[in-house]
């Protein structure tokens, strides 16, 4: 399915916002939903959030909810991620995934084997 392509990233200061995109180009077709997952050094890649392509319905790991809003453009082919009262601890780069089973996009978590599409992602750190 290729890769995607997220920017936005950057360092910031703990306390401040930022917002995530993701160029999903080529996925509009053939994805159910995306993802944003993320992974500090030496960390398993967590999944962070998650978006129906059609109706919008989203998910937030615990750790974000809240803070982060998960939104899509379908006619543009974007995806979004608006960070708000950054945290040291969401220090780390993020990547935006495509569905690759339909069971990605209704389960109660977010497992990283369920998604395709991996790229380079984009580095935010968050300073304290």
């Known amino acids: 399915q290729g890769q995607l392509a997220e920017s936005g990233g950057g360092p910031v200061q703990a306390g401040e916002s930022l917002r995530l995109s993701c160029t999903a180009s080529?996925?509009?077709?053939?994805?159910?939903?995306m993802a944003w997952f993320r992974q500090a050094p030496g960390q398993e890649r967590e999944g962070v959030a998650r978006i129906v392509h059609v109706g919008g319905d989203t998910y937030y790991a615990d750790s974000v909810k809240g803070r982060f809003t998960i939104s899509q453009d379908n006619a543009k082919g974007m995806v979004y991620l608006q960070m708000n009262s950054l945290k040291p601890e969401d220090s780390g780069v993020y990547y935006c995934?495509?569905?690759?089973?339909?069971?990605?996009?209704?389960?109660?978590?977010?497992?990283?084997?369920?998604?395709?599409?991996w790229g380079q992602g984009t580095q935010v750190i968050v300073s304290s």
């Open positions: 995934v495509a569905n690759a089973v339909p069971r990605a996009c209704r389960g109660p978590n977010l497992d990283q084997h369920d998604f395709a599409g």
């Open positions: 080529g996925y509009t077709s053939s994805r159910t939903c």
